[in-house]
């Protein structure tokens, strides 16, 4: 499951994963949010794989991986992950409007991470520096793909993820995501367990 | 791959990962499509979408139409005329055309004609949730319901079929998640378009004077029979699995009563109903017959459920058939593999999962809150300047109709600039009700596409019956919220043509507006001078407030190689006084403790926040600074 703030490239990096699973073959169903839940505002994308998969909806408790860039949408969402599976968050914030206005209150790092950690271990590292080298902050949502696949936690191989960012993204955008997978898949990551 | 490509090209066996609305897209053309019409709405918009990036490579006309009934009329016309054709709309978009819709059943096609209606259980981006099944029902009109994008692609040429077969439109009823799924689809051979387009006059068909009417309802009913001959033997009303418990289910319903079934692990028999309209009378009575208890998953309205068991009771049937009306299920909302299987578990006076419920209590329980994040208008978005000022002219004294569009993101804070609000056009009809009544300055707020979808007939009428009005058309040359289609106003035709695009100035005067201004926001002071000579005057008046929409503009800059240049805050002269924020809330706006800041990745360079900025703190980012 990926979570995020719309107009981050949640949607497309969830493509590049739906992608790589229907390129090996595998039955797979990915949900996604469009028209006004997706100006700017909250969005998550379920990509479900496997023969006894049949809508794109992810149950309470039935994800096996939570990708979210943004800390606050990871908990957003949290009740989605798995008491066995794994939460991969990056600590880029992005702060909603009500909290700028005074409306509301943006929680601390050290409050997330350990509200994240009550559901599921949770793995966390600077993704956005990371996009940031490899050429644009908007491969971040592929950094964290590296990050899951270096992690053992993908039911896919990297030469499939690497032909679905061929196939999904413009040419020009390749060679900056392919460098992005590899610095998720080879960083160095804080792990909290449960 | 480029979908235009995938749209089109003969490949039969080939497997791309569509969207359920490419799926469909696809399976119009895989029948033989020859013409599509559409106003854009979501859940339904890429259906539209991608028939028009495809229509340079494809052999049939599309057409974004002013509105859903003009959309009907045209599909509908050109199926009399024996041109295979597709109508697509949204849920609410059927209200628009149901007057066309009611009666075309009347006189029925000479070619397939398939009306698209993309539902929206939950209100992911509607105004209501309603379930258009019961307009098939109304409409006496069949009605195919898919479960999946393989199957919403496959329907859809199946739904051409038995239109041909029986003369008559079928309705395509999808939902938010069949439409926004992407799944693997096998794509099938495509058939050439028949192009034998012909008008065989009929007048006594086709012509529905009363007389006409009388003759033809009498046909409509008899079709309506044969219909449900054809849905007792049809492929689409199938039963899955063996057991004494039966579940009855259609759409994406489908999927969480087969996954709730895996993880409860229950048998049951599951009747999957294709074609909702006419429904397999008899195959349902026998199906419930054979039961000892009969279990009905659906979303919204108890339509299974109430047919079951009318149909049961018709053959005193006693099975008991549980669903809505018991409570083990809502008719608000979406429905989801979870609440399927707690329906299900409960029905059957079963435990519910016990992990759900040690999940939900540590997810309910003192975790710190997450700050809401509501959708809001983008940064630099041209609408955010114009509710800015409209608030700052009449001092928020007055009452502010809405419309639907992005600026309807105008609700949140800080702009708060939204007060009523019913469906498409509706804010001008509802400032002339309020003007009726109330005495204070009723300013309207409606989008240059929502303008000539059903706002012209408001203004006439606002004209006619001297309704004090200040109508704002927010036009952004675009349908921003659907995606960016083109419409009247940009001349841009479904098939790619660049016409005389219509002038909203031109309309307003031509309906007898005496007070038409056009205004740029980003001007803010011209732009407040002018609501403000608007508010004062006399009469209906009309005010375009014309910038084009922050993304289109943002995407050209890209192309065109025009550097888009970000403004930045003096910390040395900005003052803490907070009406950057607090009054306009730009999404690329920062707070940093004693002063503002903005975000130069997200900041468009529109610069109406150096504008208001009391203290001239704001300004372009210099040259040498510039990335």
Same mark, same amino acid.
């Given at each position: 499951?990926?979570?995020?703030?719309?107009?981050?490239?949640?949607?497309?990096?969830?493509?590049?994963?739906?992608? $790589?699973?229907?390129?090996?073959?595998?039955?797979?169903? !990915?949900?996604?949010?469009?028209? !006004?839940?997706?100006?700017?505002?909250?969005?998550?994308?379920?990509?479900?794989?496997?023969?006894?998969?049949?809508?794109?909806?992810?149950?309470?408790?039935?994800?096996?991986?939570?990708?979210?860039?943004?800390?606050?949408?990871?908990?957003?969402?949290?009740?989605?992950? !798995?008491?066995?599976?794994?939460?991969?968050?990056?600590?880029?914030?992005?702060?909603?409007?009500?909290?700028?206005?005074?409306?509301?209150?943006?929680?601390?790092?050290?409050?997330?991470?350990?509200?994240?950690?009550?559901? $599921?271990?949770?793995?966390?590292?600077?993704? $956005?520096?990371?996009?940031?080298?490899?050429?644009?902050?908007?491969?971040?949502?592929?950094?964290?793909?590296?990050?899951?696949?270096?992690?053992?936690?993908?039911?896919?191989?990297?030469?499939?993820?690497?032909?679905?960012?061929?196939?999904?993204?413009?040419?020009?955008?390749?060679? !900056?995501?392919?460098?992005?997978?590899?610095?998720?898949?080879?960083?160095?990551?804080?792990?909290?367990?449960? | 791959?480029?979908?235009?490509?995938?749209?089109?090209?003969?490949?039969?066996?080939?497997?791309?990962?569509?969207?359920?609305?490419?799926?469909?897209?696809?399976?119009?053309?895989?029948?033989?499509?020859?013409?599509?019409?559409?106003?854009?709405?979501?859940?339904?918009?890429?259906?539209?979408?991608?028939?028009?990036?495809?229509? &340079?490579?494809?052999?049939?006309?599309?057409?974004?139409?002013?509105?859903?009934?003009?959309?009907?009329?045209?599909?509908?016309?050109?199926?009399?005329?024996?041109?295979?054709?597709?109508?697509?709309? =949204?849920?609410?978009?059927?209200?628009?055309?149901?007057?066309?819709?009611?009666?075309?059943?009347?006189?029925?096609?000479?070619?397939?004609?398939?009306?698209?209606?993309?539902?929206?259980?939950?209100?992911?981006?509607?105004?209501?949730?309603?379930?258009?099944?019961?307009?098939?029902?109304?409409?006496?009109?069949?009605?195919?319901?898919?479960?999946?994008?393989?199957?919403? &692609?496959?329907?859809?040429?199946?739904?051409?079929?038995?239109?041909?077969?029986?003369?008559?439109?079928?309705?395509?009823?999808?939902?938010?998640?069949?439409?926004?799924?992407?799944?693997?689809?096998?794509?099938?051979?495509?058939?050439?378009?028949?192009?034998?387009?012909?008008?065989?006059?009929?007048?006594?068909?086709?012509?529905?004077?009363?007389?006409?009417?009388?003759?033809?309802?009498?046909?409509?009913?008899?079709?309506?029979?044969?219909?449900?001959?054809?849905?007792?033997?049809?492929?689409?009303?199938?039963?899955?699995? =063996?057991?004494?418990?039966?579940?009855?289910?259609?759409?994406?319903?489908?999927?969480?009563?087969?996954?709730?079934?895996?993880?409860?692990?229950? =048998?049951?028999?599951?009747?999957?109903?294709?074609?909702?309209?006419?429904?397999?009378?008899? &195959?349902?009575?026998?199906?419930?017959?054979?039961?000892?208890?009969?279990?009905?998953?659906?979303?919204?309205?108890?339509?299974?459920?109430?047919?079951?068991?009318?149909?049961?009771?018709?053959?005193?049937?006693?099975?008991?058939?549980?669903? =809505?009306?018991?409570?083990?299920?809502?008719?608000?909302?979406?429905?989801?593999?979870?609440?399927?299987?707690?329906?299900?578990?409960?029905?059957?006076?079963?435990?519910?999962?016990?992990?759900?419920?040690?999940?939900?209590?540590?997810?309910?329980?003192?975790?710190?809150?997450?700050?809401?994040?509501?959708?809001?208008? +983008?940064?630099?978005?041209?609408?955010?300047?114009?509710?800015?000022?409209?608030?700052?002219?009449?001092?928020?004294?007055?009452?502010?109709?809405?419309?639907?569009?992005?600026?309807?993101?105008?609700?949140?804070?800080?702009?708060?600039?939204?007060?009523?609000?019913?469906?498409?056009?509706?804010?001008?009809?509802?400032?002339?009700?309020?003007?009726?009544?109330?005495?204070?300055?009723?300013?309207?707020?409606?989008?240059?596409?929502?303008?000539?979808?059903?706002?012209?007939?408001?203004?006439?009428?606002?004209?006619?019956?001297?309704?004090?009005?200040?109508?704002?058309?927010?036009?952004?040359?675009?349908?921003?919220?659907?995606?960016?289609?083109?419409?009247?106003?940009?001349?841009?035709?479904?098939?790619?043509?660049?016409?005389?695009?219509?002038?909203?100035?031109?309309?307003?005067?031509?309906?007898?507006?005496?007070?038409?201004?056009?205004?740029?926001?980003?001007?803010?002071?011209?732009?407040?001078?002018?609501?403000?000579?608007?508010?004062?005057?006399?009469?209906?008046?009309?005010?375009?407030?014309?910038?084009?929409?922050?993304?289109?503009?943002?995407?050209?800059?890209?192309?065109?190689?025009?550097?888009?240049?970000?403004?930045?805050?003096?910390?040395?002269?900005?003052?803490?006084?907070?009406?950057?924020?607090?009054?306009?809330? +730009?999404?690329?706006?920062?707070?940093?403790?004693?002063?503002?800041?903005?975000?130069?990745?997200? +900041?468009?360079?529109?610069?109406?926040?150096?504008?208001?900025?009391?203290?001239?703190?704001?300004?372009?980012?210099?040259?040498?600074?510039?990335?």
């Amino acid at each position: 499951m990926f979570t995020g703030v719309g107009g981050t490239g949640v949607l497309t990096a969830a493509r590049v994963l739906a992608t $790589a699973a229907l390129i090996e073959g595998q039955n797979v169903r !990915m949900g996604e949010i469009h028209g !006004m839940a997706q100006r700017g505002g909250a969005v998550n994308c379920t990509i479900r794989i496997g023969s006894s998969v049949h809508g794109p909806i992810v149950p309470t408790g039935k994800a096996d991986v939570l990708l979210s860039v943004e800390p606050v949408e990871a908990l957003r969402n949290v009740d989605r992950i !798995m008491p066995t599976g794994t939460i991969i968050v990056g600590q880029y914030q992005i702060v909603p409007t009500a909290v700028l206005l005074g409306r509301a209150e943006y929680p601390s790092d050290k409050e997330i991470l350990r509200d994240l950690s009550k559901f $599921a271990k949770v793995v966390t590292f600077d993704a $956005a520096s990371l996009a940031q080298d490899a050429g644009s902050l908007l491969t971040m949502n592929t950094v964290l793909i590296g990050a899951a696949l270096g992690l053992n936690l993908l039911p896919l191989n990297e030469e499939s993820i690497i032909s679905a960012i061929k196939d999904v993204l413009p040419a020009r955008y390749h060679n !900056m995501n392919i460098s992005a997978l590899q610095k998720g898949k080879n960083a160095p990551k804080q792990t909290i367990n449960v | 791959m480029d979908i235009a490509e995938i749209l089109t090209k003969d490949e039969p066996g080939k497997r791309h990962l569509l969207l359920g609305n490419e799926a469909i897209a696809r399976g119009a053309i895989e029948a033989g499509l020859e013409l599509a019409s559409t106003y854009p709405g979501t859940p339904s918009s890429e259906i539209g979408d991608s028939l028009f990036r495809a229509v &340079k490579q494809g052999k049939y006309f599309f057409e974004y139409c002013t509105n859903e009934k003009v959309a009907m009329e045209v599909a509908g016309a050109a199926a009399v005329a024996n041109a295979r054709s597709l109508v697509i709309m =949204k849920h609410v978009g059927l209200n628009v055309a149901s007057d066309a819709f009611m009666t075309l059943n009347y006189i029925g096609v000479r070619a397939g004609l398939v009306i698209v209606s993309a539902d929206d259980p939950g209100c992911w981006s509607s105004q209501n949730e309603q379930d258009n099944r019961l307009y098939a029902m109304l409409g006496d009109t069949m009605m195919l319901e898919p479960a999946d994008p393989q199957e919403a &692609k496959e329907m859809t040429i199946a739904a051409f079929d038995l239109s041909e077969e029986l003369e008559q439109p079928v309705l395509l009823r999808v939902t938010t998640r069949v439409s926004h799924t992407r799944a693997g689809v096998e794509l099938g051979p495509i058939r050439e378009p028949r192009n034998n387009p012909n008008f065989e006059r009929d007048p006594f068909r086709f012509v529905t004077v009363p007389s006409v009417a009388r003759i033809r309802h009498p046909i409509l009913v008899e079709k309506v029979k044969q219909a449900t001959e054809l849905s007792e033997k049809s492929e689409w009303n199938r039963i899955y699995d =063996k057991g004494r418990l039966g579940i009855i289910t259609s759409g994406v319903s489908f999927n969480y009563v087969m996954e709730a079934l895996e993880a409860l692990q229950i =048998k049951a028999a599951i009747f999957k109903i294709g074609m909702t309209y006419p429904l397999p009378k008899k &195959k349902l009575q026998k199906f419930i017959a054979s039961k000892e208890q009969v279990i009905v998953v659906e979303e919204l309205k108890p339509y299974l459920e109430n047919h079951a068991r009318a149909f049961s009771q018709e053959e005193s049937i006693i099975t008991p058939i549980l669903g =809505k009306s018991q409570g083990y299920f809502s008719e608000i909302g979406e429905l989801s593999p979870r609440k399927v299987m707690e329906g299900i578990a409960q029905a059957l006076g079963k435990e519910i999962p016990p992990d759900f419920r040690a999940i939900d209590e540590k997810f309910s329980e003192d975790l710190v809150e997450s700050p809401p994040r509501p959708p809001i208008l +983008c940064a630099g978005c041209p609408h955010r300047a114009t509710f800015y000022e409209v608030a700052t002219a009449t001092g928020r004294k007055g009452v502010y109709p809405t419309d639907i569009g992005c600026y309807t993101l105008a609700i949140q804070p800080p702009l708060e600039m939204a007060d009523l609000l019913l469906c498409m056009g509706s804010s001008i009809g509802t400032s002339c009700g309020l003007t009726a009544v109330l005495d204070k300055p009723i300013i309207g707020a409606i989008g240059d596409s929502t303008f000539f979808h059903s706002g012209i007939p408001g203004l006439v009428n606002a004209v006619y019956n001297q309704h004090p009005v200040k109508i704002i058309v927010v036009d952004n040359h675009t349908t921003a919220m659907t995606g960016h289609q083109p419409h009247p106003g940009t001349g841009i035709t479904g098939m790619g043509v660049k016409g005389q695009g219509i002038s909203i100035e031109e309309v307003a005067r031509g309906v007898g507006i005496q007070f038409v201004k056009v205004i740029n926001p980003l001007k803010v002071k011209e732009s407040i001078r002018a609501i403000r000579e608007a508010v004062s005057f006399d009469g209906p008046a009309v005010i375009i407030s014309r910038s084009p929409c922050a993304l289109v503009e943002r995407a050209r800059k890209r192309r065109e190689n025009e550097p888009i240049i970000p403004y930045e805050v003096n910390p040395e002269v900005c003052q803490g006084c907070r009406v950057c924020i607090d009054k306009l809330g +730009c999404a690329a706006a920062i707070w940093e403790g004693e002063h503002a800041a903005i975000d130069s990745d997200l +900041c468009s360079g529109c610069g109406v926040c150096a504008e208001i900025c009391p203290y001239k703190a704001i300004r372009e980012i210099e040259i040498n600074e510039r990335v």
